[in-house]
């Protein structure tokens, strides 16, 4: 099983980064992980809304170069499904199951991602209603990714 994040900008945080090299680690057990940067737009501050569109067009067209067609995409998104971790446990089960090999997760940048990267998602999942950072989300994701395969793999770490 191939897990890949699709990322938008640089992770620079010391403590993020250590974080989501501990999961990695432990992830390494169950599959082959591995997060892919693509470079974030600079906008200003106070952006407009044809501003706002361009940058996440342009970030959307960046994410997609990244994704292969076999590939099947999960987009983390504030309308996505809210999912119990049982269930997207099961939900990467059964695509294991049924011959799927490489999830990729997307993570949008500081605005979100643009239209055409929710179009090329086959599904979408919501942490709850709280906007994250996305530098964060892709902790808080690694880890829960680590916490499907201990729920799949039966072992004592979920409760
Ligand atoms: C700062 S958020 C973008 C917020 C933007 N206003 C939007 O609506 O997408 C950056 C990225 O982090 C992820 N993210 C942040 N909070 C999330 C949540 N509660 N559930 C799912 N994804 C989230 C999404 O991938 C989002 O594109």
Redesign the pocket.
Known sequence: MNIKFITVGKLKEKYLKAGIAEYAKRLSAFCKFEIVECADEKAPENLSDAQDKQVKEVEGERILGKIKDKEYVIL???K?KELTSEELAKKVDDLSTYGTSDITFV???????SPEVKQRADYS????K?????QL?RLVLTEQIYRSFMINNHRTYHK
């Open positions: 983390l998104d504030l996505g993570i949008g940048g500081s605005l979100g991602v999942i919501c942490f709850g709280f906007t994250l950072p996305h989300m």
